[in-house]
Structure formats: C-alpha cells, structure tokens
C-alpha cells in the first residue's frame, strides 16, 4: 500500500493454478484499488501460461515452471518448498 496525492492504494499480486488431466494454467493477476479523494477504481492486470504437470511421491512437478519451488499436495491444499501456500477453490462458486 502507498500513499498518492488525495488517497493512497494498495496492490495485490496473486497467482492462480487450473489443473487439467494434462495440464495446468497458471495465471498471475495483480489487482490494484486506488482511493483518491473518495473515489476508488478497481484495475486488474493478468496474463498466464500453460505447463505440463505430473506427480512423482505425492510431489507435484509443473514442467519449466521454477516460480514456486515443489509443490506438496497435503491436507486439501497445494504446498510449496518456499512457503507458499495454495488453497483448493470450488470451481461452483462465483
């Protein structure tokens, strides 16, 4: 978060992972809410890419994607070797 002239804003980075049978689309987003003199604007910004994926010893491998390190699957919920942690969402809700 930072301050600007009449307001300030605040800057949230997120990545997303659509698992396929084969595949998995990882999106990053970032989402920036501005508050200048008492009118706030939504922008968000996101661009993604399409991997490979396998599981080898409940670890799972998303070919030539480095960003998060190995990721665990354990207790509902994707964990990372860097402390990253992915909460499973419900595709149903919107």
Known sequence: CGKIEGGGFNEYLYCELRFEKDSVKVTH??????????KIENTEKSEHKTYKWKIQ???IIIENFTGY???IFKNEQLVSDKDLIFTKIDENIK
Do not use: A, H, K, M
């Open 29 to 38: 987003r970032t989402l920036l809410i501005t508050s200048v003199y008492d």
């Open 57 to 59: 010893n409940n670890i």
């Open 69 to 71: 390190g190995q990721l």
